[in-house]
């Protein structure tokens, strides 16, 4: 399982990471990389992670037999839109993307007899951000959610799979709308309580130097509130029903822990709090350097 030509469109931590780790497994032949940012993507070249770059999408995709969306998600839309006039027939255009519902649905009607679309989201990533971030390791036993529809071509959807399973990942296959559903609990609201627990403590800092006294509970809580702001607020607003959802449930709990502090429930709040601790040491082991996934 081979690509001639790779477009990486946004090579930063997941997409440079990929060019890297199917460079050194000979899985692609040329890396093209898409973006902004000069300096990056010079340093990309420097690096070895990419071949080439431009800043036009429409001109980086031309030949290419496979592209990646590694951009926001918010993007993906115009850029699809982009470069649709531009791909090769037989092109397999997937991203990395954390919200998969209405983007997949949206990006297959466009690309509908032009490319093949699939969408997958790596689970696997990092709070940090930018070419000098990414690390062809981050995929090693990592999972991967693919997410075909009716409409997903077979062969697009087994090469993109075989893909993901040839740079390290364990993959599954989920219907978007259920991947949804499932990392707005697990991801996306997790984000949302470090970002909001960032910006309380810093409303309560009132001169006291909080930060300079924050240990390792803090540090750890809230390491994913310094992720990538326009990455997020696209996450958040492409799936904004489901993590609103979640967020009610969190407030709900929060609430329930605030009470019974006020009012000296200590019975009651060892209890809950136990109960809790049992549940969080039941999760499987899954922690790995890489960090958050995106």
Same mark, same amino acid.
Not at 98 to 125: Q, Y
């Given at each position: 399982?081979?690509?001639?030509?790779?477009?990486?469109?946004?090579?930063?931590?997941?997409?440079?990471?990929?060019?890297?780790?199917?460079?050194?497994?000979?899985?692609?032949?040329?890396?093209?990389?898409?973006?902004?940012?000069?300096?990056?993507?010079?340093?990309?070249?420097?690096?070895?992670?990419?071949?080439?770059?431009?800043?036009?999408?429409?001109?980086?995709?031309?030949?290419?037999?496979?592209?990646?969306?590694?951009?926001?998600?918010?993007?993906?839309?115009?850029?699809?839109?982009?470069?649709?006039?531009?791909?090769?027939?037989?092109?397999?255009?997937?991203?990395?993307?954390?919200?998969?519902?209405?983007?997949?649905?949206?990006?297959?009607?466009?690309?509908?007899?032009?490319?093949?679309?699939?969408?997958?989201?790596?689970?696997?990533?990092?709070?940090?951000?930018?070419?000098?971030?990414? #690390?062809?390791?981050?995929?090693?036993?990592?999972?991967?959610?693919?997410?075909?529809?009716?409409?997903?071509?077979?062969?697009?959807?087994?090469?993109?799979?075989?893909?993901?399973?040839?740079?390290?990942?364990?993959?599954?296959?989920?219907?978007?709308?259920?991947?949804?559903?499932?990392?707005?609990?697990?991801?996306?609201?997790?984000?949302?309580?470090?970002?909001?627990?960032?910006?309380?403590?810093?409303?309560?800092?009132?001169?006291?130097?909080?930060?300079?006294?924050?240990?390792?509970?803090?540090? #750890?809580?809230?390491?994913?509130?310094?992720?990538?702001?326009?990455?997020?607020? #696209?996450? %958040?607003?492409?799936?904004?029903?489901?993590?609103?959802?979640?967020?009610?449930? %969190?407030?709900?709990?929060?609430?329930?822990?605030?009470?019974?502090?006020?009012?000296? @429930?200590?019975?009651?709040?060892?209890?809950?709090?136990?109960?809790?601790?049992?549940?969080?040491?039941?999760?499987?082991?899954?922690? @790995?350097?890489?960090?958050?996934?995106?």
């Amino acid at each position: 399982m081979r690509f001639r030509r790779m477009t990486v469109i946004g090579v930063g931590l997941v997409g440079g990471s990929l060019a890297r780790a199917m460079k050194d497994r000979g899985l692609v032949d040329e890396v093209v990389g898409v973006g902004r940012g000069e300096a990056n993507l010079k340093r990309a070249v420097e690096m070895g992670v990419i071949d080439e770059f431009t800043h036009d999408p429409a001109e980086g995709v031309r030949g290419a037999t496979l592209v990646v969306l590694a951009t926001p998600v918010g993007t993906f839309e115009p850029i699809a839109r982009e470069i649709r006039p531009h791909l090769q027939a037989e092109a397999i255009v997937t991203d990395v993307g954390s919200v998969k519902g209405g983007v997949v649905h949206a990006l297959e009607d466009l690309l509908e007899g032009s490319a093949a679309f699939v969408g997958s989201h790596p689970i696997a990533g990092g709070e940090k951000s930018g070419v000098e971030a990414s #690390d062809p390791s981050i995929f090693d036993g990592a999972r991967c959610v693919l997410t075909p529809t009716p409409q997903t071509r077979g062969f697009a959807i087994d090469r993109v799979e075989a893909l993901w399973q040839a740079v390290g990942c364990r993959t599954v296959r989920l219907d978007p709308d259920v991947h949804d559903k499932i990392f707005a609990a697990v991801s996306h609201l997790p984000h949302a309580v470090a970002f909001a627990l960032v910006a309380a403590v810093e409303r309560m800092d009132g001169g006291l130097d909080l930060k300079n006294f924050s240990g390792g509970g803090y540090r #750890d809580a809230t390491r994913i509130g310094a992720s990538p702001a326009d990455v997020w607020r #696209d996450i %958040f607003l492409l799936n904004r029903e489901h993590t609103a959802s979640a967020l009610r449930v %969190f407030e709900e709990e929060i609430a329930a822990i605030r009470r019974e502090i006020e009012e000296g @429930r200590g019975e009651e709040l060892e209890a809950r709090l136990s109960r809790i601790s049992q549940v969080r040491r039941a999760l499987p082991n899954t922690e @790995r350097k890489a960090g958050s996934e995106k």
